[in-house]
């Protein structure tokens, strides 16, 4: 699903109420939805949006009356595009249900439910994108299969398919080989007929096992004849395959003497699908048989255990030993690995310096058990690493591969998410995702990073880092944005969004919040004593909103810096400000008294944007980062981008716009009037200050 992805839901929202719509609106975005919503005013309007742009999601309320359902319903089907409608009710009847289904609509929501609204939407944008990604692997499947079918025409290599026993296709080279003149001297022909009379009993029994759906061997030698009836020595490869939508086996025949050297195929075979440095399989072959795994999963309900091991304080382990030890380090960890696997597991490189495991049939039990085992063997004992040795331990990340999570991309992200969270609350662990324990799993997790946070707060072991934002029209003042970074140890930083939403969930936010605000203050009176201010922005959250202690805490960390106000801009989500008005109006009244100013991030992806500068007036706007999504060619975009930075000029207001991907989004940007610029193609964040702006 999109949603773990920068892709945004675009949302269409048919309801009577500006208010209502917003506060869907706000509801999927806490909830980590990243949306471009657009609510429109007539039927009129609807269909000229159904028309005219691309909708992953209508949300129609059942009780409309600019649009009523049925109208809304009626545009939507007759728009021949594939876009689910969720019914919106304020209160359920089974009547209303049915009707709703009946029209079309594939889902109910519940307003007062926002829960079951959240899951509703969730499942229907999953579903649009299941439907998507199919469409686009049949595409793809249509277009490999006609290219295959060029590819096994040019080949040298003699190649038919054979279905039943019968020849339904076969290249120049297997014609050539049997002296055909054309496939219509093949075409339905036995493929005992190209065998020699006393190989046919022995062939007969093999096309029937294979005709039962029973693995093909992987050759098979014999006497072949050809139409003169010539007799020769052939080894004949089986693969299963499919020829036009009709499953089938590919037949590969090579006459015996032009077969290659055993001894040097496998040595040829070794090197195409192993690493030189570690003996173990390399990425691409892995991926192959992971890819298997996984299908063998989702057609077969198998289970199989997927493990990704990285060294912890890898960084550190470089200093220590050089940057010339990095491939006896990894040669070194791929030994002890190999010395803990047991059963049917295979090993592989899988990264610059990470392994993988994939244990075929482990279960729940197994695939724990080998992380445990792989764990205590690089724990329990000391490398020796050339002329060094050292104490290293990993983290693991696992996944259990079912029916649930048959899929390569999910695996391996959650895989590499159970990395960085083993690392991230201290290493030395590892973390298995199993989709039939995941409340069990995910709830030990839970606590391990609250403990680590509240632990984080009381020993001080946030850290910032600051990203230059730069002005477009060459102004000198140095501007930074500030970023949360959780010091893991050994040089190892875990970015927020790894914790941040467990933060929320448990009451941390208005505390972190406060951690940021004081150290940001502190490094602007560091900046001023040096003689070199800085401006900074940094972002916070909604449950400071509220808290009388948060502009306390600002009011007097600027007194005991000897701050000016001004030097400080704090962030606030569009979405946070709507569903929040009067808590942040109390704010920036308070920020206004102290000098510090605010800005709105995320500006311009609401319902109505503007209308909500005219409850709040901030310094800065921060376009949402869905306006650069291929931005020189999407002119929609600059539209947008160009009235808001107008608007804003307009009222005193800086335009800033981030997430910025090349030189040519670059200049749209200036072309359309904004001020300022930041994202990872200008620079990335660091612990310094350091950006020349002149």
């Known amino acids: 699903m999109s949603k773990g992805t920068d892709a945004a839901l675009r949302l269409v929202v048919v309801d009577d109420s500006v208010e209502d719509a917003e506060a869907i609106v706000s509801g999927l975005r806490n909830a980590g939805i990243a949306i471009r919503p657009q609510r429109p005013a007539s039927a009129e309007e609807l269909s000229t949006l159904l028309s005219g742009q691309a909708i992953d999601l209508v ?3 059942r009780s409309a009356q600019a649009i009523p359902f049925d109208e809304a319903m009626q545009l939507v089907v007759g728009s021949g595009k594939d876009i689910p409608v969720l019914v919106l009710f304020d209160d359920i009847d089974a009547a209303g249900v049915a009707a709703a289904l009946g029209a079309g609509a594939r889902a109910i929501a519940l307003r007062d439910k926002p829960q079951q609204l959240l899951q509703a939407v969730r499942n229907e944008w999953a579903d649009l994108d299941a ?34 026993g019968m020849h339904i296709r076969a290249n120049s080279a297997y014609l050539e080989m049997f002296g055909f003149d054309s496939f219509d001297d ?69 006459r015996q003497e032009l077969a290659n050297d055993p001894e040097l195929a496998q040595k040829l075979k070794d090197l195409q699908e192993r690493d030189p440095v570690t003996g173990l399989l390399n990425r691409q072959t892995f991926l192959r048989t992971l890819e298997d795994a996984i299908s063998d999963a989702g057609k077969n309900q198998a289970r199989h255990g997927l493990l990704l091991v990285e060294p912890d304080h890898y960084q550190r382990l470089l200093h220590d030993m050089g940057l010339d030890a990095s491939d006896a380090i990894l040669a070194a960890m791929a030994g002890r690995l190999k010395g803990a696997l047991q059963g049917d597991a295979v090993a592989a490189r899988f990264g610059e310096h990470s392994l993988a495991v994939l244990l075929h049939g482990g279960d729940h039990v197994g695939t724990p058990a080998l992380a445990e085992r792989i764990r205590a063997a690089f724990a329990d004992g000391i490398f020796e690493v ?66 680590r946070l509240r632990d984080a707060l009381d020993k001080d072991q946030f850290v910032l880092h600051y990203r230059p934002v730069i002005s477009l029209l060459g102004e000198p003042e140095p501007l930074y944005e500030a970023y949360l970074r959780l010091d893991a140890g050994e040089g190892e930083m875990v970015g927020p969004t790894t914790f941040m939403q467990i933060a929320e969930e448990h009451g941390l936010l208005a505390e972190i919040d406060r951690w940021v605000a004081g150290h940001a203050i502190a490094v602007l009176g560091e900046r001023l004593k040096s003689g070199k201010p800085v401006t900074l922005l940094m972002r916070i959250s909604q449950d400071s909103l509220g808290d009388e202690r948060f502009a306390k805490h600002i009011a007097e960390t600027l007194l005991a810096r000897g701050v000016p106000g001004d030097r400080l801009v704090l962030q606030l989500s569009e979405s946070k400000v709507f569903t929040h008005m009067r808590d942040v109006q109390s704010l920036i009244e308070s920020l206004r008294k102290l000098g510090v100013r605010t800005g709105l991030e995320q500006f311009g992806a609401g319902i109505d944007s503007m209308q909500l500068l005219t409850h709040v007036t901030p ?26 930075a107008a608007h804003a000029r307009e009222h005193g207001m800086r335009s800033i716009a981030e997430f910025v991907q090349d030189a040519a989004s670059m200049s749209t940007l200036f072309s359309c009037g904004v001020d300022y610029v930041e994202g990872d193609f200008l620079a990335l964040p660091s612990a310094e200050m350091n950006y020349e702006f002149e």
């Not at 259990?400 to 391996?412: D, F, H, P, R, T």
């Not at 980062?625 to 981008?641: G, H, T, V, W, Y």
């Open 186 to 254: 093949v075409e339905g022909m036995s493929l005992l007929d190209l065998v020699a009379p006393r190989h046919v009993a022995d062939f007969k029994q093999l096309l029937k096992q294979l005709s039962k759906g029973e693995a093909p061997p992987p050759s098979y030698e014999l006497e072949a004849r050809g139409m003169d009836g010539e007799e020769f020595p052939a080894v004949m490869e089986f693969t299963q395959a499919s020829y036009e939508g009709e499953a089938c086996v590919q037949v590969v025949f090579r």
């Open 386 to 451: 050339g002329d060094h040795s050292s104490a290293i331990t990993a983290s693991i990340g696992g996944v259990q591969i079912g029916e649930k999570i048959a899929n390569v991309s999910q695996v391996l992200a959650r895989a590499n998410q159970g990395v960085q969270s083993a690392l991230g609350v201290g290493g030395n662990r590892f973390e298995i995702f199993d989709p039939s324990a995941t409340d069990r799993a995910e709830e030990e997790r839970i606590q391990a990073w609250v403990a």
């Open 131 to 164: 439907r998507r990604a199919l469409r686009r692997l049949e595409a793809q499947v249509r277009e490999t299969e006609r290219r295959c079918d060029a590819l096994i025409e040019s080949s040298r290599e003699p190649i038919a398919y054979v279905h039943e």
């Open 59 to 61: 949300l129609a309320s």
């Open 619 to 644: 310094a800065f706007l921060k376009l949402d980062r869905s306006f650069m999504e291929d931005l020189p060619k999407n002119a929609d975009n600059q539209k947008r981008i160009q009235a808001i």
